[in-house]
């Protein structure tokens, strides 16, 4: 390194310091515009996945025969969580299993379904959970399902097959199958993907992205001419050390004609035990969501009349622990992270990020619902509730409202080469028939505290509703009767306002929502 970029660099590092010398309270603004509206934040944001894997379906979802269970195998204890998640919309049946799925194995009498051993995650797939159980329970739980087609060792009339089955209201042999399953009226499933990751390597019937461009084009084409009212979504970037924007650039010239939304996946990690790069990672997020932003502006700007195109961000979360090699990796209870803190506090991140966004990010499902990476762990006894489940609940009450452009000012921080980012990450949304505004802030800083100025909204009756989420060690888990420990503070507080104005601390590793009813 050079004498001046030694300099430079040093003079980085003091001013970062110099603001956050530990126990002052720094500065920061945050300046909100009601008139900023950057888009509606979707419901669907608030959306999640179930897999075939490890005890997600078997053992979280569904148990016959558990005194959990109601008369149809669901565990009853899993959808008044999921009830209480506020959980808008489900994915189903995978991820990577569907890649490897014959749908037609999961319909009809249970007895006669047969065992397929299943290729993405090692297993047995018993089929006694199908396409009829998810849909029910989807319409039991009231959330909007949305089927994932197989993409990868399947066909394309697999696929017309399946809208036909489940959408079908004609005398056709398809939708008579379903009557014969017992249910008349087509279940009108509106939202499908056109296959999981199949940019990946790891992926049963991984392609490249023309060969995936021509399966997906006519297997849409053939789908629509079933139920010509279905959303599709094109199974965008997953493997980000890939061409991930080659691939989202070939995917979206083909399929702009057809495609509703194109998905990102994204996963992250804490292995090196750095919490404040651990929450750097939205910056990721939001450089992927720009620059897919920008290639569907640049697809449609080719196109007299462009088809609107969102991002559905329809799977993320923390996943880094039960990876390689564990029991928790690999065995019967696959993929079962056991979730911190920090890991809560990575919620926000990922919310704040898709809340930012939220003109072009219609869409995001957590992976997953129950057990495998999830915020709902079960076992034959009970359930517990997981960090994770506490920040993703909050936010989901603000589904509807408007997310609004925010001027953040902040002490930085960088991490590698990357552009120094705010430890405050933040997100506001306003709900104008009762003129609420929910300010979202992610306090980064391990050790900090840090006090900002809140400007543009002076809260009715001096007060807000402070939701806050922390813990002095960020590595604290929960388990079987032990769930109280990460959960969130509320209180209405006085706010030390001036006009339009007031001020709050955002203590140091925590996440806090602020609700103010505007004036
Ligand atoms: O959610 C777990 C897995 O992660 C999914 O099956 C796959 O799509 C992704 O790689």
Redo the contacts with the bound molecule.
């Keep these: 390194m050079s004498l001046r970029k030694t300099i430079a660099a040093a003079g980085l590092l003091l001013l970062m310091f110099s603001a956050l010398s530990p126990g002052q309270a720094p500065e920061a603004r945050i300046k909100i515009d009601l008139d900023r509206v950057l888009g509606e934040v979707h419901p669907h944001l608030f959306g999640n996945?179930a897999?075939h894997?490890g005890r997600c379906i078997y053992g979280g979802i569904y148990e016959p025969g558990s005194p959990l269970a109601d008369a149809d195998g669901y565990r009853k204890d899993v959808m008044e969580a999921t009830r209480n998640l506020g959980v808008t919309i489900l994915r189903w049946p995978?991820?990577?299993?569907v890649s490897g799925y014959d749908w037609k194995d999961g319909i009809g009498p249970r007895a006669s379904r047969p065992v397929r051993p299943e290729g993405?995650w090692g297993a047995l797939e018993p089929n006694t959970f199908g396409a009829d159980e998810f849909l029910r329970y989807c319409e039991r739980l009231g959330v909007e399902p949305y089927i994932c087609i197989n993409a990868g060792l399947g066909t394309i009339s697999d696929a017309r097959d399946w809208v036909e089955y489940v959408n079908g209201a004609q005398k056709t042999y398809w939708a008579d199958q379903r009557r014969k399953n017992g249910r008349d009226r087509p279940y009108a499933v509106k939202y499908w993907g056109l296959g999981?990751?199949i940019d990946?390597p790891?992926q049963l019937g991984h392609k490249n992205a023309e060969d995936y461009s021509k399966f997906a084009l006519e297997a849409a084409k053939a789908m629509r001419r079933v139920d010509p009212s279905i959303k599709l979504i094109a199974s965008g970037s997953?493997f980000f050390s890939g061409d991930w924007i080659g691939w989202n650039r070939v995917v979206l010239e083909k399929l702009r004609e057809e495609i509703d939304y194109i998905s990102l996946?994204t996963?992250i990690g804490n292995r090196d035990n750095n919490f404040e790069r651990f929450l750097a990672n939205g910056q990721l997020v939001d450089n992927y969501i720009e620059v897919l932003k920008g290639q569907i502006l640049a697809t449609q700007s080719a196109m007299r009349n462009p088809r609107p195109i969102y991002i559905a961000y329809d799977?993320w979360n923390v996943?880094y622990r039960a990876r390689g090699g564990s029991e928790h990796a690999t065995g019967a209870t696959r993929?079962e992270e056991i979730y911190n803190c920090e890991d809560a506090l990575a919620m926000g991140m990922f919310l704040n990020s898709f809340i930012r966004n939220a003109d072009i990010v219609k869409m995001a499902n957590l992976?997953?619902l129950v057990n495998?990476?999830a915020p709902i762990f079960t076992n034959a006894k009970g359930l517990f509730l997981q960090p994770i489940y506490f920040p993703l609940m909050e936010y989901a009450r603000q589904r509807g409202n408007q997310s609004l452009d925010l001027l953040v000012k902040a002490p930085t921080y960088q991490v590698g080469n990357r552009k120094p980012i705010p430890y405050l990450d933040v997100s506001a949304t306003y709900e104008p028939k009762g003129r609420t505004v929910y300010v979202n802030v992610l306090n980064r800083s391990e050790k900090n505290d840090i006090r900002a100025s809140l400007e543009g909204v002076a809260p009715a009756g001096g007060n807000v509703d402070v939701w806050e989420l922390s813990h002095a060690d960020l590595k604290t888990t929960h388990t079987f009767g032990d769930d109280r420990k990460v959960r969130p503070q509320t209180r209405r507080q006085a706010a030390s306002s001036q006009g339009a104005a007031f001020s709050h601390t955002f203590p140091k590793h925590s996440l806090t929502i602020l609700k103010i009813q505007a004036q």
């Design positions: 996945f897999e894997l995978g991820g990577n299993f993405a999981n990751e990946g790891w997953s996946h996963y799977e996943w993929l992976a997953q495998v990476i």
